[in-house]
Nanobody
Framework: EVQLQASGGGVVQAGGSLRLSCAAS????????IGWFRQAPGKEREGVSC????????YYADSVKGRFTISSDNAENTVYLQMTTLKPEDTAVYYCAAELLSDGGGYYCDGNGVHFWGKGTQVTVSS
């Protein structure tokens, strides 16, 4: 059974930090890119950051570059998203997801190629 267990959301003041975790199981970790997507009320889903399971190639949305860091523990099949300097506009439900890598190891991190979705975790940043 495929599982993507997200945790670490919460309420934080602007300028604060949170770390999200995504524990993956039920599929071959190295064959997928694991990423974080978020959706705020009334807004479209956004690909925040992704990392390939094997080589660790990363992607960041422009809105989070320099503030968020994605990393993976391949031995534990877990991906982390360290979020710093949080802003109220980062408030959203964050979802962990897995996208199958292409033959060349590429991925899109736009949500359309996602094979597996986890349940979301709420991140609320107060001003």
């Amino acid at each position: 059974e495929v599982q993507l267990q997200a945790s670490g959301g919460g309420v934080v003041q602007a300028g604060g930090s949170l770390r999200l975790s995504c524990a993956a199981s039920g599929f071959t970790f190295d064959d997928y890119a694991i990423g974080w997507f978020r959706q705020a009320p009334g807004k479209e889903r956004e690909g925040v950051s992704c990392i390939s399971g094997g080589e660790g190639t990363t992607y960041y949305a422009d809105s989070v570059k320099g503030r968020f860091t994605i990393s993976s523990d391949n031995a534990e099949n877990t991906v982390y998203l360290q979020m710093t300097t949080l802003k109220p506009e980062d408030t959203a439900v964050y979802y962990c997801a897995a996208e199958l890598l292409s033959d060349g190891g590429g991925y899109y991190c736009d949500g359309n190629g996602v094979h597996f979705w986890g349940k979301g975790t709420q991140v609320t940043v107060s001003s």
